[in-house]
């Protein structure tokens, strides 16, 4: 089974700076979405951003619309996730997962749809102020 790995995180200052990477360990041509997910101390995991599979369209949750950013070359290939002008509140573990579209090749995003896709093992970020 393919497996995810992310990687890039790290601390920075409010206002700062990071760029993750999600990669997969092998061909993963029936995971149609990819989202990047995150998780605070105390807090529920959250959906942050995602796109389809090789496809040119990317959504983003309203917190973070107009910082993050989240690219991939072509299908399959790395997954990233730019995150521009972090809060502390953006302060968490941050996950990437790969599901499969449903019937109409349609993803839905939310930690619900993802829970049975691959995930990560997750990557810390911390913003400090």
């Known amino acids: 089974q393919a497996q995810l790995v992310e990687s890039g995180g790290g601390s920075v200052q409010t206002g700062g700076s990071l760029r993750l990477s999600c990669a997969a360990s092998?061909?993963?041509?029936?995971?149609?979405?990819m989202g990047w997910f995150r998780q605070a101390p105390g807090k529920e995991r959250e959906w942050v951003a995602g796109?389809?599979?090789?496809?040119?369209?990317?959504f983003y949750a309203d917190f973070v619309r107009g910082r993050f950013a989240v690219s991939q070359d072509r299908a399959n290939a790395p997954v990233l996730l730019e995150m521009n002008y972090l809060k502390p509140e953006d302060t968490a573990t941050y996950y990437c997962?790969?599901?499969?579209?449903?019937?109409?090749?349609?993803?839905?995003?939310?930690?619900?749809?993802?829970?049975?896709?691959?995930w990560g093992q997750g990557t810390r970020v911390t913003v400090t102020s």
């Open positions: 997962a790969s599901w499969k579209t449903d019937w109409l090749g349609r993803c839905f995003w939310s930690v619900s749809e993802a829970r049975n896709g691959i």
């Open positions: 796109k389809y599979n090789g496809g040119p369209s990317t």
């Open positions: 092998e061909y993963t041509s029936t995971a149609g979405c």
